[in-house]
């Protein structure tokens, strides 16, 4: 199976190089502080508020069952602290970071990612002036809410399918990354619509300078998902079942 | 094939995919630009401006990339801890 993957791999990798390298501007995921007008911030905020007391109830009800799902509960933080740390370098010449909240996801739920998310964002927003207060609401909703949702939504689908654990891991965690910037481009096109064209010429711009940046990136979000994931599979077979995340 | 040898594949994959870009881009900045969008919304909203900043920056690019590092670290000691106890574990 590896080796069909391989001989997949080389020319998918050749042709995804070709059509970016085109020089194209950059983008980093978040939305900066202060960027979002207030009663868009606030809206935001509105929004993804009930997420979180789901996020909380979500992890008091899945540690209350079996406590010894909370070192597996910090994996998933860990990993998601992991990615989005590390700037990576794109094609497009330009840096951008992987979430990695697809892992947790998938294992939790995307109610627990919720959380955990949001709690990556408020370091990074206090700590590192990446992303910001006044826009966690907007940041968490896309990264905490969005991808965590697509990610669960995927792999579920595809495991209902039939399909092989590691494509359904893969496609989970790449897919649910991309989403969240999709998300962000929505935000920030909402708020800020062209003159001209409105909110649909400003999200094909916001679109245009972020998605194909975050391409390879949600390729290797992808791939070190599965890494981890077949760890999992090694050698913690048993809570994997009494998450039902395997059959 | 044994998880090992399946992961080494990925994790050589991703490497493939983070380097690339440093053959295919020569001289490109690899500039993090968040500001970007920041331009995207002064051309959209040239009125636009942010009305709350940051309550703390990092006095320096050196800090900010300590404690980016510092993030990396706090995760990865954690994701090395798990996956040595979690095989211990198994192999009694």
């Not at chain 1, 999200?203 to 994931?229: C, R, Y």
Request: charged share 10%; aromatic share 12%.
């Amino acid at each position: 199976m590896y080796r069909r993957l391989f001989q997949l791999a080389i020319p998918a990798m050749y042709v995804i190089v070709v059509s970016l390298s085109l020089p194209r501007p950059a983008y980093a995921m978040h939305i900066m502080e202060g960027f979002l007008p207030l009663e868009w911030a606030g809206l935001w905020f509105l929004m993804v508020i009930p997420f979180w007391v789901a996020g909380l109830l979500a992890v008091k009800a899945k540690v209350e069952g079996n406590p010894s799902l909370k070192l597996l509960l910090g994996l998933a933080g860990a990993f998601a602290f992991v990615l989005s740390a590390l700037k990576l370098p794109s094609v497009t010449g330009s840096c951008s970071h992987p979430t990695g909240v697809g892992l947790g996801a998938i294992l939790f739920g995307p109610a627990v990612m919720s959380l955990l998310g949001a709690i990556v964002l408020l370091f990074q927003a206090l700590l590192l002036a990446h992303g910001g207060l006044t826009t966690l609401g907007a940041n968490a909703f896309s990264m905490a809410v969005v991808g965590p949702l697509v990610s669960y939504g995927i792999y579920r689908f595809l495991r209902k399918g039939k399909a092989p654990l590691w494509l359904a891991t893969f496609l989970a965690a790449a897919l649910g990354n991309l989403s969240t910037y999709v998300t962000t481009a929505f935000q920030l096109a909402l708020a800020f619509p062209a003159e001209q064209g409105g909110i649909s010429a400003s999200l094909v711009k916001f679109m245009a300078v972020f998605a194909v940046t975050q391409v390879p990136l949600a390729v290797i979000e992808g791939l070190l998902t599965v890494a981890v994931f077949n760890f999992l599979v090694a050698y913690n077979k048993e809570e994997l079942k009494d998450l039902a995340v395997l059959s | 094939m044994s998880t090992t040898y399946k992961n080494l594949i990925l994790l050589l994959f991703a490497l493939a995919l983070i380097l690339t870009p440093f053959i295919v881009q020569q001289g490109a900045d690899f500039a993090g630009a968040d500001e970007k969008a920041q331009e995207i919304i002064g051309e959209v909203r040239p009125d636009y401006e942010p009305w709350f900043s940051s309550l703390w920056e990092p006095p320096s690019g050196e800090v900010e990339s300590l404690l980016f590092a510092v993030q990396a670290a706090l995760g990865g000691v954690f994701l090395g801890y798990y996956f040595g106890y979690q095989k211990g574990k198994v192999a009694g």
